[in-house]
């Protein structure tokens, strides 16, 4: 965290629980985890999801009063009576509890989208009493008191009203017939709207019309009274003889409006873009640097360092010289197997591989799209040369230097909980996969595509997700020489899993605590960054047993192998039990319609399809391309490009790092 090492707890709550009060929970209980460490180790909650919760919530009370204010301004300015102001911004808290109860009673929690809902109605929800007081305005013209009045205006307005909410209503409907992530995330935001509504429509019909009596006086009608400058009489008077100016020429304001619409639509609907949603500025992004296919974790380390320096830099400072960036928190190479943490919430490919999480300072006025464009020529740049020159300096050559600097890759990714539940959990707006039975053609055709796809300009961060060249050392077993040496191919084997790995995966041994009686591992390793090359593999010795059962003379596995440098796939990825080579890629510049476009014609440019078939999976938005012609076998590959994935990054609620 910082650029400094740390152990990192994840903290995540049930599917029942509230986020709140799991963090809440969480500080509330941090003293007792400082007493219950020595003291010279620091803890403290440095990232939590309430910010979120907590803005949405005030959010909503700010579009409350934002709501309350300009509609009691022009019930002010048209009806000049301070009385209906009150009576119509009464209406706007009782009406949100009422959708609140209905919420809790239908299961709904309070979250982003019943909270965004909650701020929507805020606007509408004012129609209904604001409709009815002004109403009753009208039949105080038309009554001696202010009860006949308000119970006449009622009465009128009432089906009205009624026709007005169901309109609302409507435009909600078809969210419940959506499926998967979307009808999950806009169901409860109808359901807010429409709750809030429903209660508006009951209260104006009610709670407004008691208040009505209770609070509005009957006044002198302005229509035998001398109007001023600016009066609702005048106003509705000059409107009434525009109309009625207007309608002998109906039909050809109609005709104007329909060609006026269709060149609106045309010219700048067109111009439009398309995405799935829109981009939010959370001030936070999440980017996976992979170092070299090889690299050792020491070395992927100091990579990760130096590209947050970088990030810090191009941030920049605030007036008083401080950096712009919050925090930082990171993770660096593969989680360990001798440790039992669930690594669902953060997919590593190998110790080449680093995940950096960066929040800027609030209001530091830094836009994350600006900094990510900054970062994608400043980063390979930079990284590049440091690596380049440390590379140099160790005595490599000039072209392995090189080949090692080309392997550097960036990819931003979404960081912050908005971001991430839009996205699907998907790690970038673009995969393209390539899957078969043949994963020779797989990456064949795959190479073809990928030539294509980097030439579109928009597509940033482009790169395989499979390491498909990943060095490895190879040892074949001469079994005959084995043989004739009294060892076998399992005890290469096991003497090679215990030098490279750990003797945990040949021979489990566990010391039992006398005090507490838990178990706990015993393994011996040989450090790693000592088994560098395949000399080194070649010097292993091989522990065997003679003809007699006894212990001999150890071997070294060259004595009965053939030991190489060579280059292996390193990671198979499936679908449907069929290997894939995929690729995935960012947007710059163009939104997500258009680069789809792109991309269906980069595939038609390959000659190798027939015809594109649009589809929208549960999780996915893309095109499905089908091969023009028959490949060789009947192991033809099934090419298919998605604009989301269709895994599922989780979210924890609150994390915290140890010093």
Same mark, same amino acid.
């Given at each position: ?8 707890? #994840? ?67 048209? #009806? ?56 009753? &305005? ?30 609302? /209503? @409507? ?20 359901? =807010? ?30 229509? &035998? ?17 525009s109309l009625q100016a207007i309608m002998p020429l109906r ?11 269709? #060149? ?69 190479? #593969? ?97 393209? =996969? ?8 797989n990456r064949a055709y795959a190479a073809k595509v990928y030539e294509q796809l980097a030439q579109i300009r928009?597509? $940033? ?6 390491? /498909? ?19 076998? @191919?399992?005890?290469?084997? $096991? ?65 009965? @192998? ?22 995935? @890629? ?74």
């Open positions: 965290m910082d650029g400094r090492r740390a152990v990192y707890l #994840l903290v995540n709550k049930r599917a029942d629980a509230s986020t709140l009060a799991v963090i809440n929970e969480v500080k509330a209980n941090l003293d007792e985890m400082r007493a219950a460490i020595p003291k010279d180790i620091e803890v403290r909650l440095v990232f939590d999801q309430s910010p979120y919760v907590t803005r949405a919530m005030l959010g909503v009370v700010t579009e409350g009063l934002l709501g309350a204010v300009l509609t009691g301004l022009m019930v002010l300015l048209f #009806l000049r009576d301070w009385r209906s102001v009150i009576v119509v911004v009464l209406n706007i808290p009782f009406a949100l509890l009422g959708s609140v109860v209905a919420l809790w009673l239908t299961g709904e929690t309070i979250n982003l989208m019943t909270l965004g809902g909650l701020a929507l109605a805020v606007g509408i929800l004012v129609d209904e009493s604001t409709v009815e007081v002004e109403n009753i &305005h009208t039949q105080i013209d038309k009554t001696d008191n202010i009860a006949r009045a308000t119970r006449l205006g009622n009465a009128q307005s009432a089906v009205p009203r009624l026709l007005a909410m169901f309109c609302v /209503l @409507a435009v909600f409907i078809p969210s419940f017939f959506m499926e998967g992530a979307a009808q999950a995330l806009f169901v409860p935001l109808s359901l =807010a709207v429409g709750f809030a509504m429903i209660t508006s429509y009951f209260l104006s019909s009610t709670f407004v019309p008691v208040m009505s009596v209770w609070v509005l006086r009957h006044y002198r009608s302005e229509a &035998h009274s001398k109007p001023g400058w600016f009066s609702f009489s005048r106003f509705r008077a000059g409107f009434a003889r039909w050809v304001l109609v005709s104007i409006y329909l060609v006026g619409a269709g #060149l609106v639509i045309w010219l700048v609907g067109g111009r439009l873009g398309t995405e799935i949603f829109p981009t939010v500025d959370a001030g936070q992004f999440q980017l996976r640097l992979r170092a070299p296919d090889g690299t050792r974790i020491e070395r992927t380390e100091e990579i990760a360092k130096q590209a947050l320096a970088v990030i810090d830099e191009v941030a920049g400072k605030d007036p008083e010289g401080k950096s712009k960036v919050a925090i930082s928190v990171g993770y660096v190479g #593969l989680l360990p197997s001798s440790y039992p943490i669930n690594d669902i919430y953060l997919w590593m490919r190998g110790p080449e591989e680093a995940v950096l999480r960066v929040e800027l300072k609030s209001g530091s006025g830094v836009r994350i799209e600006e900094l990510k464009h900054q970062l994608r020529d400043e980063l390979p740049r930079r990284l590049g040369d440091w690596l380049r020159q440390k590379m140099l300096a160790e005595g490599f050559s000039e072209d392995k230097v090189a080949e090692r600097v080309r392997g550097l890759r960036f990819s931003f990714e979404p960081a912050d909980i908005v971001n991430e539940v839009m996205s699907f959990g998907s790690p970038t707006p673009i995969e393209v =996969a390539v899957r078969g039975t043949n994963f020779a053609h928009s597509l $940033r961060d482009l790169q395989v997700v499979q390491p /498909l060249e990943y060095p490895a050392v190879a040892v074949t077993v001469d079994r005959e020489r084995a043989g004739l040496s009294g060892l076998s @191919a399992s005890d290469v084997t $096991r003497s090679l899993v215990s030098a490279t790995s750990s003797s945990r995966f040949v021979v489990p041994n566990f010391w039992a605590d006398p005090k507490t009686g838990i178990g706990y591992q015993v393994q011996v390793q040989i450090p790693p960054y000592q088994m560098n090359s395949a000399e080194e593999i070649g010097l292993v010795p091989i522990q065997g047993k003679n003809n007699h059962g006894g212990t001999r003379e150890p071997l070294l596995v060259r004595d009965v @192998a053939r030991v190489r440098s060579d280059k292996v796939i390193g990671e198979y990825d499936r679908y449907n039990m069929q290997r894939l080579v995929s690729m995935t @890629a960012n947007i710059e510049g163009e939104d997500l319609g258009r680069v789809a476009a792109h991309i269906a014609r980069a595939f038609a440019a390959t000659f190798l399809f027939r015809w594109l078939v649009p589809s929208l999976p549960e999780q996915a938005g893309g095109t499905a391309v089908m091969p023009e012609e028959p490949l060789p076998r009947r192991d033809d590959a099934f090419y298919e490009m998605t604009s989301q994935t269709f895994c599922t990054d989780f979210v924890p609620d609150a994390c915290f790092w140890c010093f």
